[in-house]
T-cell receptor, first 112, second 114 residues
Framework: GENVEQHPSTLSVQEGDSAVIKCTYS??????FPWYKQELGKRPQLIID?????GEKKDQRIAVTLNKTAKHFSLHITETQPEDSAVYFC???????????FGTGTRLLVSP | DADVTQTPRNRITKTGKRIMLECSQT?????MYWYRQDPGLGLRLIYY???????NKGEISDGYSVSRQAQAKFSLSLESAIPNQTALYFC?????????????FGPGTRLTVL
């Protein structure tokens, strides 16, 4: 079936470093790619998203890039802070009905 | 996000019992979803509904059923619970044909089947 692969599964960085999480998808018709952040014991919340007609989108310290030809997209967090520690999920819309298929998640740990 | 609520928040039950998880939303969204979350597996779609008369199976619907009682309510049932249905369950909503495909999640229900 259609799927989304996400790497790495865990990522440890020092405060102030950058973090990059990568995802690949299989459905060439996918046109929407959100990233969700889930803090411990909380619900997933959207932090940034990108549509297929855009190659890059930034929001302060976070950015997402999309390569439609290669079918991969990435989350970039700069100047990481301890409060960035969480599990991050990528997702892509899949046929039919453009439902979201999620990656398996990346646990990011930012050490002070 | 208090606009999407789930009850109960935690439930422990025994194998073979029937369980219902409820989701309510005040966002006025027409689309509703049920996911389960397992460690290392991410969020997997169980069922989704585009309106009261439109219900669709997701990737892991076996052993589950749903009911869309109203636009604002979407319930998930486990007819005969089994231990491998122990998971964290999330309801989510989305508005149709908006400028964004963003889904809004409820707080989750932690279900343990003994």
């Amino acid at each position: 079936g259609e799927n989304v692969e996400q790497h790495p599964s865990t990522l440890s960085v020092q405060e102030g470093d950058s973090a990059v999480i990568k995802c690949t998808y299989s459905d060439s018709a996918s046109n929407y790619f959100p990233w969700y952040k889930q803090e411990l014991g909380k619900r997933p919340q959207l932090i940034i998203d990108i549509r297929s007609n855009v190659g890059e989108k930034k929001d302060q310290r976070i950015a997402v890039t999309l390569n439609k030809t290669a079918k991969h997209f990435s989350l970039h967090i700069t100047e990481t802070q301890p409060e960035d520690s969480a599990v991050y999920f990528c997702a892509a819309t899949m046929s039919p009905f453009q439902k979201l298929v999620f990656g398996t998640g990346t646990r990011l740990l930012v050490s002070p | 996000d208090a606009d999407v609520t789930q009850t109960p928040r935690n439930r422990i039950t025994k194998t073979g019992k029937r369980i219902m998880l409820e989701c309510s939303q005040t966002k006025g969204h027409d689309r509703m979803y049920w996911y389960r979350q397992d460690p290392g597996l991410g969020l997997r779609l169980i069922y989704y509904s585009f309106d009261v008369k439109d219900i669709n199976k997701g990737e892991i619907s076996d052993g589950y059923s749903v009911s869309r009682q109203a636009q604002a309510k979407f319930s998930l049932s486990l007819e005969s619970a089994i231990p491998n249905q122990t998971a964290l369950y999330f309801c989510a909503t989305r508005i149709k044909d908006s400028g964004t495909n963003e889904q809004f999640f409820g707080p989750g229900t932690r279900l343990t089947v003994l």
